[in-house]
Every structure is written in C-alpha cells, then in structure tokens.
C-alpha cells in the first residue's frame, strides 16, 4: 500500500511564530486532505488539496503532485492550533483515506 | 453548516457483548465510511459503503463487523462479539461522492473491559 509520512513527529512553538508540516506520500493520489485532531479528539477538516495552493485565515496548504509531498503553513500561531494534524491520502480509486502517523503541535503561551 | 454526528459520544461495554454505533450522514452525502484510532495510533480505514453495499472494507473488517443503513438517514457499526483489542474511538464520515471531501463526525469512544 501507499507510504504516508510526516514530518516533524512533534512541533513546540511559542504563540505567535509560524511553521510549516510536511507530507510526502509514496506514490500519486487523487485525494488528499489535512485534518487537525483537537484534545477531544475530534478531526476536523482543514484542507481537500490533492493538488494547488488553498489557504484558509491563517492557514494554507501546498501539495505538488508531481513530487508527491504536500505542506501545511500555520502563520502567527495561538494555543488552539495545538493538537495533531493529519495528512491523509486516497491513491487507488477505492476513495478510501490512509493516514500519516500525525504532527503533534503544541502552541505555548 | 451540515455536519456529521455520532451517538454515543462514548461507550463501555464487556468483553464479548455487541455493540452498535451510530451515525448520521451529511443529508445529500451518497458515500459513507468508518475508520477507527486505537489510542496513540494513527486513523485507518475500516469499510466505505455506497448505494447500500459494502464498497471496500479492510483487513480489520472481518466477520465480527458489519454496517448497515436501515432507513434513509442512519448508518450503523455493529460489533457482534466485543473484544478487547477493539477499544478504540471510531469515526463515521460521509462525503458527496467518491474522491471529494470526507467530512468526520466527532467519533465514539469505545472501551471494552
């Protein structure tokens, strides 16, 4: 099956700083969308971007298919951006979503 | 805005008993799924389910599971015989058709002692 991987594993940031979250993925995809998992442990849809630039508040994301990686901007960052965030990705036309392992961020104060 | 919600927010059962989990689809949503996270793990895929049959279902969805959608706005999980490797919490999702944006609800909780 397809690899999904992000990185990095865990993310500290200071309230206020931006960063970025990758995902590369092992083969090409026909959907992909980033999820933010909040301490209830909700998933919460962020992004559908199997290609292109979508950007969304403070938000945005990139994937370039054709290198099979996509990012995930979190600009001038506040506590509730902490959690984890998923890549999840459908590649063989079963629509079914095979997730990365996650980015845990936590936002400090 | 649409979403979809799950019922119950949590449950425990004992090892052994069945259990059903509920879900109520985005209301013009055709394609439906169920994925679950044991805890610490990432999410993965169970079973996806259009025009009332099971699409594709993974290696997790054995004979125990099954999914069924018994009017025109309920999709359940039921587990026939619980165990305790099946403490975890499940997501429903729904989206409008195959290959757009699946929407989660906020999942069951599942504890089986």
């Known amino acids: 099956g397809i690899q999904v991987e992000q990185s990095p594993p865990d993310l500290i940031l200071q309230e206020g700083a931006n960063s970025t979250l990758r995902c590369n993925f092992s083969d090409s995809v026909n959907n992909l969308q980033w999820f933010h998992q909040n301490p209830w442990g909700q998933l919460i849809n962020l992004f559908y971007i199997p290609s292109g630039t979508k950007q969304n508040g403070r938000l945005s994301a990139t994937t370039v298919a054709t290198e099979r990686y996509s990012l995930l901007y979190i600009s001038s960052s506040q506590t509730t951006d902490s959690g984890v965030y998923f890549c999840a990705v459908e590649y063989s036309g079963d629509y079914k979503l095979s997730f990365g392992a996650g980015t845990t961020v936590t936002v400090r104060a | ?113």
């Open chain 2, 1 to 113: 805005e649409p979403e979809v919600t799950q019922t119950p927010s949590h449950q425990v059962t004992q090892m052994g008993q069945e259990v059903i989990l509920r879900c109520v689809p985005i209301s013009n949503h055709l394609y439906f799924y169920w994925y679950r996270q044991i805890l610490g793990q990432k999410v993965e895929f169970l079973v996806s389910f259009y025009n009332n049959e099971i699409s594709e279902k993974s290696e997790i969805f054995d004979d125990q599971f099954s999914v069924e959608r018994p009017d025109g706005s309920n999709f359940t999980l039921k587990i026939r015989s619980t165990k305790l490797e099946d403490s975890a919490m499940y997501f429903c999702a729904s989206s409008k058709v195959g290959g757009e944006t699946q929407y989660f609800g906020p999942g069951t909780r599942l504890l089986v002692l």
